[in-house]
Structure formats: structure tokens, C-alpha cells
């Protein structure tokens, strides 16, 4: 505990520390120099130091220096590097041999195979590689249709867009660059619908500059809009400055900026009650429509900075942190959230991130984890309620639960069973899947809820934790996969809930977390992370507040 209390912010916030990444550097130093080379020569110099000295000894890089090597994280870099003259000749040998040969279209192929019908991130890093020279096909690169952002938001998700809810800056700047740059019989057409799709990014976009508070999207958005002679524009000088403002002192970027907004939240459920912070929480609500995603106000997002966007998890983490920090007395900022969580609801029962009805691809739909974690928020409040919000809530309440027990049947019937969650993930497994982290979660929070119909949803899962269990008394993200701490801490709070059940599990699982604090590496990072597309990172306050979390849900049961 005195180690959290250390990691608090004069802000009375926790902002944690996400790890530095190989993808957020390269792209952001590749933006920095087609913006301009000269006025960020110096970002551009130690950005590029930065990549050379984590490179590993066959010319790959992971996406966090935790994390083992990938294709996206190398082949971003070597673009990045090749773009200044000084792309490593065994990065290129690891890119032929991920790929297959060392032609573009095979380069092609193996991006968009990688990432398959989301189009969210495959088709920016083709473009980059456009940009770079590094291929010349721009035909091949799949097209960005810009013009479809110029219609309504409510309208989006009925458009089949090809990207997820968050990327639609992507889907301008990248659309209108493609335009430029391939030209075609409806270019005189299409370019009547720039002006308005500019002005769309430019509401879009956040104070400071940063689309998402993320490097990754705000580079890909500005070093197309540069290449489409955009340079000088209002956006495209933003964009920079974010990412000139939010460099590290190596000269690396990290995913994001921070998730202050999530972290606190997670240290708020393991606090005794406080006033300050409790009005720390109320403060970080959304006030207004939010222009990213037309969200209606009350929500929460990640961080407290300008580019987070309020979504379904952070809201109910933030709901579930008040109900802790002010002893279950409610105000106009809970009930403005469990509104908020209810116009977020998909017609199917279940909770999606961002956007209601964006189901087509798999970073929009309803998630067992996310849904739970609602459970939770509106259980925990609902004996508060009266009237029409009590009924509202009941009924959203009984929705999801509806949802959370078809998901179960569905596990049955596969071979890893357990819930999967959608923002987390192991590197380490086959699949890069995490059922233990989402079941889990899943579990802890519906039994949580002290509702009997969430608890029997939950008991129905508890057998996948005691069958994933490792050898050495840990868990990873599945089976099998190599334990750690975060997994472990995660399922043993989950089965503190059983009290006098599974014993011999959880001795073992203290066990494990016993040796790692012996040998001191319970605090080591580890990236479990999964941000936009496959993208990983580590958070050095998750160890401790998952733990924290455990020993809580365990002393509690015990009391």
C-alpha cells in the first residue's frame, strides 16, 4: 500500500507510467520529419537513437521493449529508419522472412492478412510505407472512402465502415491523401467533399492535439495530411506540437499518454473512503457531447486529458471507484453515468467500448469483460435508486445479464471456454488470447455485485480458473502460458469470492506471488495491454492494484 500511495500525483491522481514503444517512436518520428525535418530535427535525432539502441540482435523489435518481437513493431521501425538512411539491414532480413520473400506485394499481403478485414491499422502502415518509398504500389493499398465522414456520426455505424468507431481522423486524412496521390475518374467529384471533411477533423480533434492522446493515431492522421499538402493546416500543426509536447527524455513515445482516468479508478476500489478523491473522480465526468464519438455527456474516459474519450469500461470503473470512495451516497454524477451506460447499451443485451451498434468489427462489439464490469457499476448502485432511474437501471441490469449467460453457453461449446476479454491479451500465448484475465475480471465483478442472478452467471466459470491453473501455482493468460502476476492477482481475486472453496488453488496462487516478491520481481512489467490493433504495453501500476485488489476481495471475505 505505501508503495501506491508513493506512485500519487500532487494532482491527488495516480497517472502510472506506460511502457515506451517501438510503434508510437517510429511512426511519430516518421510524422515529425515529413512535417518538418528541420524544425524537429531534434525529436527526429533521439527518436531514431532510441530505436537503434532497443533493436535486438536480429533486427526485430517488440512493440514495448517487455514485449517479444512482432512484424508491425519491426516493420514500422525499419520504414521509420529507412525513411532517414539508416534502416538496419538485418531488420530487412527479419521482414523477409516474416513475409515470405521480399517483394512489395508480398509485404502487401502479409500486413493485410495479418490484421484481416479491420482495415483500422493495416491500411496506415501500407501508407507509411507509401510515403517512405519503401513500396510504390499505392493501387494495392485499400481505399479510405473520407467522403463517408462528412455525414452525420449517428449515421456511422450503419455505413460498414472499414474501420473501428475511434479512427475516423484515419479514415479523412489517410482518404484524402489516397485520393491525392491515385488520382481517378471521381477525384473531381471527391474533392468537393474536403473542405467539410477537414472541418470534420478539426472538431474532431482535441485541445492539445493528440487524436486519443495516442502517438500511433495522431502521426498516421498528420504525415497524410502533410503528404496531401496539408502541412501548414491548423491540424496538422497540432498534431505535431502534441507530439513534440509529449516525447519522453530518452527520446522514446509511449502508446499513450497516460490512462490516469483508469488507474485511479482501479486504486479507488482499494482505498478507504476520501472525500478529495472522490471529487477528484466526479470532476473527470464528460460535461458535454463529445465531438469524437458524439457521446452523450456522463461518461468517463481513460485519462483526464482533452484527447480521452469516455467508454463503457472507464465509466463503469469510475462508478464503481465512487461508490467505494463515498460509502454508496449518490449524487448527479452517478446517476448522470448510469445514464450514461445505459444509452451506451447494444440492442443485443451486451456493453460495447465506445459506440452503441458498432458490431462489425471486433474492437466495437459487446465484451463479456466491459458488460460485467457495468453489471457491477449499476449493482452496486441500484438499491440507491428510486423511481424511473431505479426501473431503468433494473432493466439494463437484467438485459445484460441475459447477454452474460448466452456468452456462456457459447464457451461451452469451445475447447478454451472462459470469456475473452477485448483490452487485454498475453503475448506469450498462441493465439495472443487471454481467457484468464477476462473470466476473471468477469468473475470478480459479478460477484461483486452480491446479486444473485450475476453471482450463479459467475459460478458457471469458476471451474475454467481451477483447469488453467499452472503448475508452479500461477496462471497466465490461458493454459499453459507462462504465469505472471497480473494474470495470477487477477484470478485470485476472482476466487476469494468462494469462501471455503478451492483452497489448495489459491494457497498455491499466494504461493507463487510469495516467490515472486522473494525473488523481487512482483513489480516487473509486463505487457498484458492491448491498445487499438494488437498493440501491446505494460503499466507499472497493475501489478499493484490488481494484487491490491486481491488481498482486498480475500480480507473481506475473511472478516
Known sequence: MERLMRSRSEDGMWRGHLSSSAISTSVSVFALQRINAEQYERQIKDGVRWLHETMRHDGSWGDSVESPSNMTATLLTYVSLYAVGQAPVQARAYLNEKFGGDSQEALIKGVLDYYGKDLTFSVPILMMCALAGVIDSWKKIPPFPFELATLPQSLFRYLNLPVVSYAIPALIAIGICQMKKKGGLLTPLRKAFIPKAMRVLVKMQPQDGGFLEAAPLTAFVSMCLAEADFREHEVTQKCAQFLVDTVREDGSWPIDTNLAGWVTSLTGKVLPA??????????????????????????????????????????????????????????????NGLKWLMWLQNNDGGMPTFCKGWGKLPFDRSSPDITAHAILAMGLWLPKLQGKMHKGVRHSLQRMLRWMNQTVECTKQSESAGWVPL??????????????????????YLMSTHLEEAMNVARQQVDFLIRTQNED???????????KVT??????GALAHFQGQYGEAKARGWAYLYQRFQNGTLYEREPIGLYFSRLWYSEELYNITFLLNAIKVEKGKES
Do not use: M
Request: with cysteine; aromatic share 10%; glycine share 14%.
Open 274 to 335: 476520501d472525500t478529495y478523491l472522490a471529487d477528484i473522480i466526479k470532476h473527470n465526468a464528460t460535461k458535454e457531447i463529445h465531438p469524437f464519438t458524439a457521446a452523450a455527456p456522463g461518461g468517463w474516459g481513460w485519462s483526464d486529458l482533452s484527447g480521452s474519450v469516455p467508454d463503457g469500461d472507464d465509466t463503469s470503473g469510475a462508478l464503481v471507484a465512487l461508490y467505494h470512495q463515498t460509502e454508496g451516497i449518490c449524487c448527479s454524477e452517478v446517476e
Open 423 to 444: 483490452w487485454f491479451g498475453d503475448q506469450d500465448a498462441p493465439d495472443e488470447k487471454a481467457p484468464v484475465y477476462g473470466t476473471a475480471t468477469a468473475i470478480d
Open 473 to 483: 501455482g500461477g496462471w497466465g493468460g490461458n493454459k499453459g502460458v507462462r504465469s
Open 487 to 492: 494474470y495470477t492477482s487477477r484470478a485470485l
